[in-house]
């Protein structure tokens, strides 16, 4: 099984920064298939990249994702105030046709 | 209106089941993978198993194995999860999720297992 570890656990920013969230991965992921996604006190998860740089559909442009192989990042340019929440890796598509995700990383407002 | 409607809270004692449905709409259900992840409170998220939708084919994760099932009915485009065996540690938030990369999301459903 494929070990996600998101680093920091907890990112302190202030509003208009750059934040950049690590996930690094036990072994390659497959195809480079490693997802980022947003969640919100009380939602469900939200997906904001897929194949680890691509954007899903309406996410704004100060998202985006990089990396290849075991190490991986998100990347948001300027911050907003509603984006001061909780952020996961997840990979998928594997050979085994197993999922996981990473332990999550709490962006807070500094 | 593409969308995935999951059934209401459940309330169970240790050693019950609880079988969760999730009802999809305004897609070809056939066409994709369906998942189940759950999250405990204040916990990271945790995937469950999967099934295709279109041959009923399941994989499930090994921190699971023989006691969730997940089944589909095709003429209700709907989803079940069915866990047994319950223990307290499983009072979570389960969601039924869409696709490869999960792109669409149920609200989710909470179960909580209490004596």
């Known amino acids: 099984e494929i070990v996600l570890t998101q680093s920091p656990g907890t990112l302190s920013l202030s509003p208009g920064e750059r934040a950049t969230l690590s996930c690094r991965a036990s072994?390659?992921?497959?195809?480079?298939?490693l997802a980022w996604y947003q969640q919100k006190p009380g939602q469900a998860p939200r997906l904001l990249i897929y194949?680890?740089?691509s954007r899903a559909p309406g996410i704004p442009d100060r998202f985006s994702g990089s990396g290849s192989g075991t190490d991986f990042t998100l990347t948001i340019s300027r911050l907003e105030p509603e984006d001061f929440v909780v952020y996961y890796c997840?990979?998928?598509?594997?050979?085994?046709?197993?999922?996981?995700f990473g332990q999550g990383t709490k962006l807070e407002i500094k | 209106q593409v969308q995935l409607v999951q059934s209401g809270a459940e309330v169970k004692k240790p050693g019950a089941s609880v079988k969760v449905s999730c009802k999809a709409s305004?897609?070809?259900?056939?066409?994709?993978?369906m998942h189940w992840v759950r999250q405990a409170p204040g916990q990271r998220l945790e995937w469950m198993g999967w099934i295709n939708a279109g041959k009923g084919s399941t994989k499930y994760s090994q921190n699971f194995q023989g006691r969730v099932t997940i089944t589909r009915d095709t003429s209700a485009s709907t989803i079940y999860m069915e866990l047994s065996s319950l223990r307290s540690e499983d009072t979570s938030m389960y969601y039924c999720?869409?696709?490869?990369?999960?792109?669409?999301w149920g609200r989710g459903t909470l179960v909580t297992v209490s004596s």
């Open positions: 305004g897609y070809t259900f056939t066409s994709y993978a």
């Open positions: 072994q390659s992921v497959t195809s480079n298939y």
């Open positions: 194949d680890a740089s």
């Open positions: 997840q990979q998928y598509g594997n050979a085994l046709a197993m999922y996981t």
């Open positions: 999720v869409r696709g490869w990369f999960f792109d669409l």
